[in-house]
């Protein structure tokens, strides 16, 4: 069954520093997508970046890029010169097989991030 | 252009009593989706429709149904609300299809069973 863990419930990076948030990802479909999200205080999912399995470049996305190693089932979301708007909730989901009725997404449990000036 | 509109933003309710969640996207989207928000446990998938006249569900389906009513609006439906219930709930679409499409999700609905 497919998986998604994150295992670091809370971070803390000082403001223009760079951080890597953890994702690990479990599938037996080789066909997949990897999607982060940022959650800021005021509740609403704001997509910040994709990867899909057959992708031979990490993504990137201004200041986001995902460090993806398929061997390991890691799919880390590293950010570059940290803000304090960076502060928020941020989420990995991973959706298995190519669109139309295998949309759904499946979430990790989140990484709160704390940037701190 | 509004994207994904959820109504209403909080409502309280109290065990036993039903309500329905209303969601609408005006991005011609096909797909809709239903999850819930509890702490620590991320999103889960309430129900989803994959495309107009379809539903299915997802991984938490149980005590809720839904409703497609057109392409543009996804209703979820409490018939019997139980405390269990109390979460934030949020309405995401997507175009479907074949593409590797990312979710756009609404603001949120924060509901309360007491």
């Known amino acids: ?117 | 252009n509004a994207g994904v509109t959820q109504t209403p933003k909080f409502q309280v309710l109290k065990t036993g009593q039903s309500m329905t969640l209303q969601c609408a996207q005006d991005m011609n989207h096909n797909s809709m989706y239903w999850y819930r928000q509890d702490p620590g446990m991320g999103l889960r998938l309430i129900y989803y429709s994959a495309s107009e006249g379809t539903t299915d569900k997802g991984e938490v389906p149980n005590g809720y149904n839904v409703s497609r009513l057109n392409k543009r609006e996804f209703s979820l439906r409490l018939e019997s609300a139980a405390p269990s219930q109390t979460s934030v709930y949020f309405c995401a679409s997507s175009e479907g299809g074949e593409s590797w499409d990312e979710q756009y999700f609404g603001p949120g609905t924060r509901l309360t069973v007491t």
């Not at chain 1, 069954?1 to 223009?16: L, N, R, Y």
């Not at chain 1, 990867?51 to 089932?73: C, I, M, P, V, W």
């Not at chain 1, 304090?84 to 991973?94: I, K, T, V």
């Open chain 1, 1 to 117: 069954a497919q998986k998604i863990t994150q295992t670091q419930p809370g971070m803390f990076v000082q403001e223009k520093e760079a951080v890597t948030l953890d994702c690990t990802y479990d599938t037996s479909d080789p066909s997949y997508g990897l999607f982060w999200y940022k959650q800021p205080s005021s509740g609403e999912m704001i997509f910040l970046i994709y990867q899909g399995s057959y992708d031979q470049q990490n993504a990137t996305e201004g200041r986001y890029s995902l460090n993806f190693q398929k061997a390991r089932k890691s799919a880390n979301l590293v950010i570059s010169a940290s803000q304090l708007g960076d502060s928020a909730m941020y989420f990995c989901a991973m959706r298995e097989g190519r669109g139309g009725a295998t949309n759904k997404l499946i979430f990790g449990t989140g990484t709160l991030l704390a940037v701190q000036p």
